[in-house]
DNA sequence: TCTAGTTGTAACAAAGATAGTTACAATAAA
DNA sequence: TTTATTGTAACTATCTTTGTTACAACTAGA
């Protein structure tokens, strides 16, 4: 399965709200026209964002802005901003191993810390890549 | 969104299989019981482990065998074969970003190296891992 | 050769997630 | 007061996962 397009869609959003912030009120609107998706899931993204305190979305005059500067928010912290995984667990183990068999009965913790360590390693390079980083990058291109 | 059970539902094959496979005839029938999941479900497992050549499996007569050495068994060999990811990727990117904007233009190329380095980062320590660990740690609490 | 047990696969259903859409009350600035 | 915008509800469509029944194809052993 693959990580949910919630997390480009968002890298995309504060992209774009950093590049035209002197020049643009930058609203769901104008959001969903440079990521040409449907306004309403650029303000669910957005109301996400801004629970994890990553944005700062103007009600009613409307225009989202970077409340902090752009290396201190992490791949990691707009990942686990949108994408709500279930008890922060990457895998998900099949539910009822039958505990009378001995493999059954011992699956789970055998597997458990090998798991974790897939996970960390994902979230350690999540956590190496601001947006720093991709505006940078897009500022060379642009 | 959490990686599919299948993966540790097939990992918890590998283990069956390997416990059992000199006192017991190991079906999807006794996986099934074992794992607690239908058995159609573990023969669709098995036909993908299959597939990559990491079990063999004895149609007709019945009965699941490892064709390999457990250390020479990865789980990202395992992560590979039952986890069919749309081109390897791991993260969905949004389908058409807005070209006619500087940001949308760009979001693509500034992405996919660092969304690249992630999904390498999770990979190693994916392939750092093998079967034989898991039957280390399985037969100590055996 | 026949039988019993098993695999491989099709067909379908239920549940959950994703993504899109319309609609509208609440809000804030001009 | 007007206008633009956000936040959210409600609904839909599509896809993936997982479960289930059914059955043809296959193999070993009686």
Chains 1, 2 share one sequence.
Do not use: W
């Not at 693959?2 to 480009?8: D, G, L, P």
């Not at 979305?57 to 802005?65: D, F, L, P, W």
């Amino acid at each position: 399965m693959q990580i949910s397009s919630r997390f480009t869609l968002a890298v995309h959003i504060f992209a774009c709200i950093d590049v035209f912030k002197d020049d643009y009120k930058v609203t769901s609107e104008f959001l969903a026209g440079s990521t040409n998706v449907n306004p309403v899931i650029v303000r669910k993204i957005l109301g996400q964002l801004k629970a994890a305190g990553l944005v700062e979305v103007a009600r009613g005059s409307g225009g989202a802005s970077i409340p902090k500067p752009l290396g201190e928010i992490s791949f990691l912290d707009i990942y686990n901003a949108v994408e709500c995984i279930e008890k922060g667990e990457l895998f998900h183990f099949h539910e009822n191993p039958n505990a009378e068999c001995p493999v059954g009965r011992n699956i789970h913790v055998v597997l458990d810390d090998k798991l974790m360590r897939v996970q960390k390693a994902m979230e350690a390079e999540l956590s190496s890549i601001t947006l720093e980083d991709v505006m940078r990058d897009t500022r060379k291109l642009i």
